[in-house]
């Protein structure tokens, strides 16, 4: 790893790069209040973030990313179009891969404007793009709209739609779901009993749980209601993983998610909007024929993203993480907007790891 100073400078630079965009700077504590804003991450980032209490402000969290505290600001206070920039350490606790880093540094660029919601995507990437400079990277893209279109489209009830699109993130989990309420794998026997019982509170277990009694009553009936649902058909299941299992470039990617599109008409308009995201790319000088776009891409990073997500991988060095990552995240300008919301997209850029790619470490 670089030693710090040169990271600091080398984020210095890239800050200025994105400055040069027209993009003013922004500043956040490290210290950040995790009551109101860690659940907005996800579960991974939620398991990750250092989080420490402070008698006076509850829980404080060692800033996992800037994104959140940049919306929570623009939303507060900010004038509208807005572009700014931050560089400054963000900090993730890694439990499996010592090698990762805890703290790291980030450069990023974010956009606020509802002029063209789709310019905004590909002048996001473009302008991380270029700040990579002549980096061997690998860029991949995605769209988590298309996933959440797909899911929102299934023909099930509601609490199914709900719960499998909270686990668009968790790629495991949503497989166990959706097979369960497709009937692919069968109920539990556990579960069987538990519904099938007169009374599921006779037996005399005591009741030690955290959960109040009315509270397990209630999930006991959310889940009768649920094994009354009808299955998901199997048709249904089965463009739902031809989408899942896109992955090609750019262009033969659209063509497939819109032959997928007829027979799963709910994804059309988002289709519609990663076809013209490709044209806009396009303006800006990207060679999307060459761009990889994977529908699953995204599944595991920040929750808070509902449109296009990227990604820059260095080539041959799948042992490191993404040098540069970014994506579109409108609904958290609404979870923070108080009433306002505004589409926002935008991207970070890690020095550290550029500094070492460079260096051929
Ligand atoms: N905050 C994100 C990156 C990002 C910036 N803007 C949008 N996404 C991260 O730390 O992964």
């Known amino acids: 790893m670089p030693e710090k100073a040169r990271v600091r400078a080398e984020a210095a630079r890239l800050r200025a790069l994105f400055e040069a ?35 006076l402000r509850g829980e404080q969290m060692l800033r996992p990313d800037f994104t959140v505290p940049v919306v929570q600001a623009h939303m507060a206070y900010g004038a509208e ?7 400054g350490e963000v900090f993730r ?9 805890n703290e790291f540094m980030q450069v990023g660029y974010e956009v606020f404007d509802r002029e063209n919601p789709i310019d905004s995507d590909a002048e996001v990437f473009s302008v991380i793009q270029s700040a990579l400079g002549g980096a061997r990277l690998r860029a991949a893209t995605g769209d988590i709209g298309i996933l959440m279109a797909a899911v929102a489209g299934l023909q099930t009830t509601d609490a199914r739609k709900k719960a499998l699109r909270r686990h668009i993130w968790h790629p495991r989990r949503f497989r166990a779901l959706l097979d369960r309420y497709s009937g692919r794998s069968p109920v539990p026997a556990a579960r069987k009993a538990l519904l099938a019982a007169a009374d599921p509170f006779a037996g005399g277990a005591p009741e030690i749980g955290l959960r109040s009694r009315a509270e397990v009553e209630a999930r ?28 090609e470039t750019l262009p033969n990617a659209l063509e497939h998610l819109r032959d997928i599109a007829v027979d799963m008409p709910a994804i059309g308009k988002a289709v519609d909007r990663l076809a013209r995201r490709m044209k806009a790319l396009e303006k800006r000088g990207i060679d999307v024929a060459a761009l990889d776009f994977e529908a699953s891409y995204g599944r595991t990073s920040m929750e808070y993203y509902d449109g296009f997500v990227f990604g820059f991988y260095a080539e041959g060095r799948p042992d490191l993480p993404a040098v540069a990552t970014g994506g579109r995240y409108d609904a958290l300008t609404r979870v923070l907007g108080q009433g306002r919301e505004i589409p926002a997209v935008g991207g970070v850029v890690r020095p550290g790891l550029l500094l070492q790619l460079e260096a051929g470490q």
């Open 220 to 247: 006991i009936e959310a889940l009768k209601a649920d094994a009354a649902a009808a299955p998901i058909s199997e048709r249904e299941v089965k463009l739902l993983d031809a989408l899942l299992q896109v992955r």
């Open 81 to 87: 179009p807005a572009r700014y920039t931050y560089a």
């Open 93 to 101: 606790r890694q439990e499996d891969d010592p090698d990762r880093e």
């Open 21 to 55: 965009e027209g993009a003013q700077g922004f500043e956040t504590s490290i210290l950040q209040p995790a009551e109101v804003l860690l659940d907005l991450y996800g579960e991974d980032i939620r398991a990750r973030a250092y989080v420490t209490s402070d008698a």
